[in-house]
């Protein structure tokens, strides 16, 4: 016969292997079910590989806002990553055709490529204003969309910055990227869009309105030359009045050395910024400073 104690003992038992689990449940994160929250204020850290990692060896990291190779990885993988708060986020080049991905068929994408990056191999520059690769960039985020990541970091929008006409060349990236978030938001309202590098897209408020953040390649340091200080300065200011309106910024610095991390981090931190420190080819997730 069940007595008000017994009741009492398995209300307390319950109650004490509930708290139990929760405390196993890391928190990567601020809040990030709160859609009106914005992204750069709840993110506290990140980090990104670009290699295929283990999913066992991923979990393990800290990283509020992981970002991945979507190829290798199942639906089933990303659900299991996005465990505990995180965001995980596919890596999308727009401004480039990589002949390791699955739409790279050269007789058809022949037309678009310029040539190949002669710093990284197997990537193509493409002519990003044609109408063909808006379509084939689209149709392959869909899949990648489809495994359930959060969303997006859209790399190589700096390529309108090497163009002849760089007005025009910047509001022709302007608009690939609107069109393909555009469409892609359309079956996912939530899906998370960072640019990597190129702040002055920004300067559109429709682009402003549309994407959540900003990662900035080498602020402090490089895997080429150190960065010029006027160089510097200009996107510091740049990305503060970024944060301030509440975009995510993250910083890639390319440093290993644990002296330049601890200076790095205190700095970006005071900033706003959240930074990740790597190596140039970022074959290796690091762990969170």
């Given at each position: 016969?069940?007595?008000?104690?017994?009741?009492?003992?398995?209300?307390?038992?319950?109650?004490?292997?509930?708290?139990?689990?929760?405390?196993?449940?890391?928190?990567?994160?601020?809040?990030?079910?709160?859609?009106?929250v914005p992204l750069g204020e709840k993110?506290?850290?990140?980090?990104?590989?670009?290699?295929?990692?283990?999913?066992?060896?991923?979990?393990?990291?800290?990283?509020?806002?992981?970002?991945?190779?979507?190829?290798?990885?199942?639906?089933?993988?990303?659900?299991?990553?996005?465990?505990?708060?995180?965001?995980?986020?596919?890596?999308?080049?727009?401004?480039?055709?990589?002949?390791?991905?699955?739409?790279?068929?050269?007789?058809?994408?022949?037309?678009?490529?310029?040539?190949?990056?002669?710093?990284?191999?197997?990537?193509?520059?493409?002519?990003?204003?044609?109408?063909?690769?808006?379509?084939?960039?689209?149709?392959?985020?869909?899949?990648?969309?489809?495994?359930?990541?959060?969303?997006?970091?859209?790399?190589?929008?700096?390529?309108?910055?090497?163009?002849?006409?760089?007005?025009?060349?910047?509001?022709?990236?302007?608009?690939?990227?609107?069109?393909?978030?555009?469409?892609?938001?359309?079956?996912?309202?939530?899906?998370?869009?960072?640019?990597?590098?190129?702040?002055?897209?920004?300067?559109?408020?429709?682009f402003s309105d549309e994407i959540d953040?900003?990662?900035?390649?080498?602020?402090?340091?490089?895997?080429?030359?150190?960065?010029?200080?006027?160089?510097?300065?200009?996107?510091?200011?740049?990305?503060?009045?970024?944060?301030?309106?509440?975009?995510?910024?993250?910083?890639?610095?390319?440093?290993?050395?644990?002296?330049?991390?601890?200076?790095?981090?205190?700095?970006?931190?005071?900033?706003?910024?959240?930074?990740?420190?790597?190596?140039?080819?970022?074959?290796?997730?690091?762990?969170?400073?």
């Amino acid at each position: 016969m069940w007595t008000q104690s017994n009741r009492l003992g398995v209300f307390l038992i319950f109650f004490v292997s509930c708290f139990q689990m929760v405390l196993t449940l890391p928190l990567y994160s601020q809040n990030l079910n709160a859609n009106k929250v914005p992204l750069g204020e709840k993110i506290l850290t990140w980090g990104c590989v670009y290699s295929r990692v283990p999913v066992k060896e991923l979990k393990k990291s800290l990283a509020g806002l992981l970002v991945i190779q979507p190829d290798p990885y199942t639906a089933s993988d990303v659900a299991e990553l996005k465990r505990g708060n995180r965001q995980v986020l596919a890596y999308l080049s727009v401004g480039e055709a990589e002949s390791y991905r699955p739409y790279f068929k050269k007789n058809i994408i022949s037309d678009l490529l310029i040539k190949e990056n002669p710093e990284w191999k197997d990537n193509f520059p493409v002519k990003f204003w044609d109408p063909a690769w808006e379509i084939i960039v689209s149709e392959y985020a869909e899949t990648i969309a489809a495994k359930g990541f959060n969303g997006f970091v859209l790399d190589v929008v700096d390529a309108w910055e090497v163009q002849q006409n760089k007005g025009i060349a910047k509001a022709q990236m302007t608009e690939l990227i609107l069109s393909i978030v555009r469409h892609l938001r359309k079956d996912n309202p939530d899906l998370v869009f960072i640019v990597l590098n190129s702040h002055a897209l920004f300067d559109d408020s429709r682009f402003s309105d549309e994407i959540d953040g900003i990662i900035q390649e080498s602020l402090y340091y490089s895997w080429k030359e150190a960065p010029p200080v006027s160089w510097q300065k200009e996107k510091i200011t740049a990305l503060k009045k970024l944060r301030e309106t509440g975009k995510f910024v993250g910083l890639l610095e390319y440093t290993r050395r644990v002296v330049q991390i601890a200076k790095t981090k205190r700095i970006a931190r005071n900033l706003g910024f959240v930074p990740y420190f790597t190596e140039k080819k970022l074959q290796k997730l690091f762990p969170i400073p």
